[in-house]
C-alpha cells in the first residue's frame, strides 16, 4: 500500500517589515497542494512560520528601543494573522524562538560535531545583514562606493571574527551524486536544478555556521560567545514541528522526509545545497524535493518602495476578496517563473474565469432547477453519448490531475479544471434544456443530472484554490465535507434525485472597470 502521508512547507518567513505579495504567494501555493492532497484521501502536515533570530532582528529591535523577543512576538503575529487572512490550512506555525526548536537546532550542532563536520576558524568576508547570508568576492559590486549582493540588491559589509566552520567542500561530490543519480527531481523546476549544479560544481567553500558580532540567537554549545548561524538555525525548522530529535515520534515517523519545500528562488541555495549537506553529514534522511518559485513582479519589476509599484495582498484582498487573490495568483503566475501581476489582469481575471465562467455555470444551472424542478435533483432518465462523454471527460482526466499535481504544475492543473467549466457551460447552452421542457421533459431532467453533477465535481477541483466559493456550492448540495473527496467523482450518480439544492448567493461579482 503506497504512503499516504504528506508534508509541505512553505519558507519559515523572516518578520522584518509587513507580509508582501511574495509571502502571500508561496503560502497559497502550498495550501493548494496541502488542500488537494487531503481530497485525495491524504494525511497531510502543512507547515508554515517565522525566522526570528539574527543581525537584522536584532538591530531593527534597538532602533525601536524594544526588547528583541516582544518586538519579534510582534512581528510574527502579523504573519499569523496571514495565514488566517489567506485562508490557509497549516497544521502548524513554527517559530525559532519556540523552545521546541532550539533543541532540534542544538541536536543538529550535536550530530554535525560528532561527524567532525565542524571545526573552528577566523572567517573574513561579505556579509549581508538583511539578507542574512555571506558572498564571495565574485559575488559582490561596487556602486557609488557602496558594496552590494549581485543576486539579491542588497548591502554588503567587511566581517571579520572567530567563527565555527561547516565542511561544506567536503559534501560536493556527494551532493551532485545525489542532485544528478539519486534524487533526479530534488530541485524542480529544472531551470533552478541547472542554476545549483552549475554553481556547486565551481566548488564549495566550506561554510560559516556561527556569529560573535551579536547575541540574538541560539548559543553554540560549551561557547556561548558563538551564536548558531541563522541557516542552520532556520532549516532546521522543518523538524522541528515534527519533535525532532525524537524519531520514535509519531509526526516525526509519519512525515519525513518532507515530500515538498515550496521557496522563492532568492533562497533555493540555502535550502538545495546547505541544507542537505547538513543533514547528510547529521545522517539524517534528505527532503524529496525542493522546489523554487519565482518573484512576483509588478509593471515587469520587482515591486519596491522606491518605484511605487507594491501590491498589497491584504489590500487586494480587502477590495476583491480572497478567492479571487488565491485563483488570480495561481493562474496568472506560471510557477518557477517570475510573474507580472496588474489590478488590470486581475480584474479581467476574476471577470472571465469566475464571474463569466464557474460563476456564471452555477447561477444559470441553479436558477433554471430553481423554476423547473422546484430546486431538487431530477431523476436522470437514459444516458446519451453526448452525456458520457462530458461525464467521461474529467472522470478520465483524474489520473493525469493528480500526476500535474504531484509534479507541482499546477498552473496546468487549472487550466484543465477551468477548461471543464466551460464544457459544462456548452453542454448546457447547446442541449438547451429550456427547449426541451416543451417536447421532452425526461431529456431535461437528464441534461439538469448530467451538469449539476459536472459543477459537483468541478467544485471539488477547484476547492484547494478557491475554497471558500466552492464550499458554498457544495453546501448548496448538502454534501457531506467527508464526501468532498476526489474518489467521489468517479462516482457519476452520486447525486440522488429530489435531493433539495440550496439557494446560495451570486458567487463572484462581475467588476466593472472605470475606463
Request: aromatic residues 12%.
Given at each position: 500500500?503506497?504512503?499516504?502521508?504528506?508534508y509541505?512547507?512553505?519558507?519559515?518567513?523572516?518578520?522584518?517589515?509587513k507580509?508582501?505579495?511574495?509571502?502571500?504567494?508561496s503560502?497559497?501555493?502550498?495550501?493548494?497542494?496541502a488542500?488537494?492532497?487531503?481530497?485525495?484521501?491524504?494525511?497531510?502536515?502543512?507547515?508554515?512560520?517565522?525566522?526570528e533570530?539574527?543581525?537584522?532582528?536584532?538591530?531593527?529591535?534597538?532602533?525601536?528601543?524594544?526588547?528583541?523577543?516582544?518586538?519579534?512576538?510582534?512581528l510574527?503575529?502579523?504573519?499569523?494573522?496571514?495565514?488566517?487572512i489567506?485562508?490557509?490550512?497549516?497544521?502548524?506555525?513554527?517559530?525559532?524562538?519556540?523552545?521546541?526548536?532550539?533543541?532540534?537546532?542544538?541536536d543538529?550542532?550535536?550530530?554535525?560535531?560528532?561527524?567532525?563536520?565542524?571545526?573552528?576558524?577566523?572567517?573574513?568576508?561579505w556579509?549581508?545583514?538583511?539578507?542574512?547570508?555571506?558572498?564571495?568576492?565574485?559575488?559582490?559590486e561596487t556602486?557609488?562606493?557602496?558594496?552590494?549582493?549581485?543576486?539579491?540588491?542588497?548591502?554588503?559589509?567587511?566581517?571579520?571574527?572567530?567563527?565555527?566552520?561547516?565542511?561544506?567542500?567536503?559534501?560536493?561530490?556527494k551532493?551532485?551524486?545525489?542532485y544528478?543519480?539519486?534524487?533526479?527531481?530534488f530541485?524542480?523546476p529544472?531551470?533552478?536544478?541547472?542554476?545549483?549544479?552549475?554553481?556547486?560544481?565551481?566548488?564549495?567553500?566550506?561554510?560559516?555556521?556561527?556569529?560573535?558580532s551579536?547575541?540574538w540567537?541560539?548559543?553554540?554549545?560549551?561557547?556561548?560567545?558563538?551564536?548558531?548561524y541563522?541557516?542552520?538555525?532556520?532549516?532546521?525548522?522543518?523538524l522541528?514541528?515534527?519533535?525532532?530529535?525524537?524519531?520514535?515520534?509519531?509526526k516525526?515517523?509519519?512525515?519525513?522526509?518532507?515530500?515538498?519545500?515550496i521557496?522563492?528562488?532568492?533562497i533555493l541555495?540555502?535550502?538545495?545545497?546547505?541544507w542537505?549537506?547538513?543533514?547528510?553529514?547529521?545522517?539524517?534522511?534528505?527532503?524529496?524535493?525542493v522546489?523554487?518559485?519565482g518573484?512576483?513582479?509588478?509593471?515587469?519589476?520587482?515591486?519596491?518602495?522606491?518605484?511605487?509599484?507594491?501590491?498589497?495582498?491584504?489590500e487586494?484582498?480587502?477590495?476583491?476578496?480572497?478567492?479571487?487573490?488565491?485563483?488570480?495568483?495561481?493562474?496568472?503566475?506560471?510557477?518557477?517563473?517570475?510573474?507580472?501581476?496588474?489590478?488590470?489582469?486581475?480584474t479581467?481575471?476574476?471577470?472571465?474565469?469566475?464571474?463569466?465562467?464557474?460563476?456564471?455555470?452555477?447561477?444559470?444551472?441553479?436558477?433554471?432547477?430553481k423554476?423547473?424542478?422546484?430546486?431538487?435533483?431530477?431523476?436522470?432518465?437514459?444516458?446519451?453519448?453526448?452525456?458520457?462523454?462530458?461525464?467521461?471527460?474529467?472522470?478520465?482526466y483524474?489520473?493525469?490531475?493528480?500526476?500535474?499535481?504531484?509534479?507541482?504544475?499546477?498552473?496546468?492543473?487549472?487550466?484543465?479544471?477551468?477548461?471543464?467549466?466551460?464544457?459544462?457551460?456548452?453542454y448546457?447552452?447547446?442541449?438547451?434544456?429550456?427547449?426541451?421542457?416543451?417536447?421532452?421533459?425526461?431529456?431535461?431532467?437528464?441534461?439538469?443530472?448530467?451538469?449539476?453533477?459536472?459543477?459537483?465535481?468541478?467544485?471539488?477541483?477547484?476547492?484547494?484554490?478557491i475554497?471558500?466559493?466552492?464550499?458554498?456550492?457544495?453546501?448548496?448540495?448538502?454534501?457531506?465535507?467527508?464526501e468532498?473527496?476526489?474518489k467521489?467523482?468517479?462516482?457519476?450518480?452520486?447525486?440522488?434525485p429530489?435531493?433539495?439544492?440550496?439557494?446560495?448567493?451570486?458567487?463572484?461579482?462581475?467588476?466593472?472597470?472605470?475606463?
Amino acid at each position: 500500500m503506497p504512503n499516504k502521508n504528506f508534508y509541505i512547507t512553505t519558507p519559515i518567513y523572516y518578520p522584518s517589515g509587513k507580509p508582501h505579495m511574495g509571502h502571500a504567494y508561496s503560502s497559497i501555493i502550498a495550501d493548494i497542494f496541502a488542500r488537494f492532497k487531503r481530497i485525495d484521501g491524504f494525511n497531510v502536515m502543512f507547515l508554515t512560520g517565522t525566522d526570528e533570530h539574527g543581525l537584522k532582528m536584532q538591530r531593527e529591535a534597538e532602533k525601536k528601543s524594544k526588547d528583541v523577543k516582544t518586538f519579534c512576538d510582534e512581528l510574527s503575529l502579523k504573519f499569523k494573522d496571514l495565514s488566517t487572512i489567506l485562508n490557509l490550512s497549516n497544521d502548524d506555525f513554527i517559530r525559532t524562538t519556540e523552545k521546541r526548536h532550539h533543541i532540534s537546532v542544538l541536536d543538529i550542532w550535536s550530530r554535525l560535531e560528532k561527524s567532525k563536520d565542524i571545526y573552528l576558524a577566523k572567517y573574513k568576508g561579505w556579509y549581508s545583514v538583511s539578507d542574512e547570508a555571506y558572498y564571495d568576492e565574485d559575488e559582490i559590486e561596487t556602486k557609488n562606493n557602496i558594496k552590494y549582493s549581485i543576486l539579491s540588491g542588497s548591502k554588503v559589509e567587511w566581517v571579520e571574527e572567530d567563527s565555527y566552520f561547516f565542511k561544506l567542500s567536503a559534501w560536493q561530490e556527494k551532493l551532485l551524486k545525489f542532485y544528478e543519480n539519486e534524487n533526479p527531481s530534488f530541485i524542480l523546476p529544472k531551470s533552478r536544478k541547472n542554476e545549483v549544479v552549475q554553481f556547486v560544481k565551481r566548488g564549495l567553500k566550506d561554510l560559516s555556521v556561527s556569529r560573535t558580532s551579536f547575541s540574538w540567537g541560539i548559543p553554540v554549545p560549551k561557547n556561548s560567545k558563538h551564536v548558531i548561524y541563522v541557516w542552520l538555525d532556520a532549516l532546521t525548522n522543518y523538524l522541528s514541528a515534527l519533535n525532532f530529535p525524537n524519531t520514535d515520534d509519531k509526526k516525526y515517523k509519519s512525515f519525513w522526509p518532507a515530500d515538498v519545500h515550496i521557496i522563492g528562488k532568492d533562497i533555493l541555495r540555502f535550502h538545495a545545497i546547505y541544507w542537505p549537506a547538513f543533514l547528510m553529514a547529521a545522517k539524517i534522511p534528505l527532503p524529496k524535493r525542493v522546489y523554487g518559485h519565482g518573484w512576483i513582479l509588478s509593471d515587469e519589476k520587482k515591486m519596491s518602495k522606491s518605484l511605487g509599484n507594491i501590491l498589497d495582498p491584504l489590500e487586494i484582498i480587502k477590495n476583491f476578496g480572497v478567492d479571487e487573490l488565491r485563483y488570480y495568483l495561481t493562474k496568472e503566475v506560471s510557477l518557477g517563473n517570475d510573474g507580472n501581476i496588474s489590478l488590470d489582469s486581475l480584474t479581467n481575471c476574476i471577470n472571465n474565469d469566475l464571474a463569466n465562467n464557474y460563476g456564471n455555470l452555477c447561477q444559470r444551472v441553479f436558477s433554471f432547477l430553481k423554476k423547473n424542478c422546484d430546486s431538487k435533483v431530477p431523476a436522470c432518465n437514459k444516458i446519451q453519448k453526448e452525456d458520457e462523454i462530458l461525464l467521461n471527460n474529467i472522470i478520465n482526466y483524474l489520473p493525469k490531475l493528480k500526476n500535474l499535481i504531484d509534479n507541482q504544475e499546477i498552473n496546468l492543473y487549472l487550466k484543465k479544471v477551468i477548461e471543464f467549466s466551460f464544457e459544462a457551460n456548452k453542454y448546457f447552452n447547446d442541449l438547451a434544456p429550456w427547449e426541451l421542457k416543451k417536447n421532452n421533459p425526461q431529456r431535461m431532467n437528464t441534461v439538469l443530472y448530467v451538469v449539476l453533477n459536472q459543477i459537483r465535481s468541478i467544485s471539488i477541483l477547484l476547492y484547494p484554490i478557491i475554497p471558500i466559493s466552492t464550499s458554498k456550492v457544495l453546501d448548496a448540495f448538502g454534501i457531506d465535507k467527508n464526501e468532498r473527496q476526489i474518489k467521489s467523482i468517479e462516482n457519476s450518480s452520486f447525486l440522488k434525485p429530489g435531493v433539495l439544492i440550496k439557494k446560495t448567493d451570486i458567487l463572484f461579482k462581475k467588476i466593472e472597470n472605470d475606463n
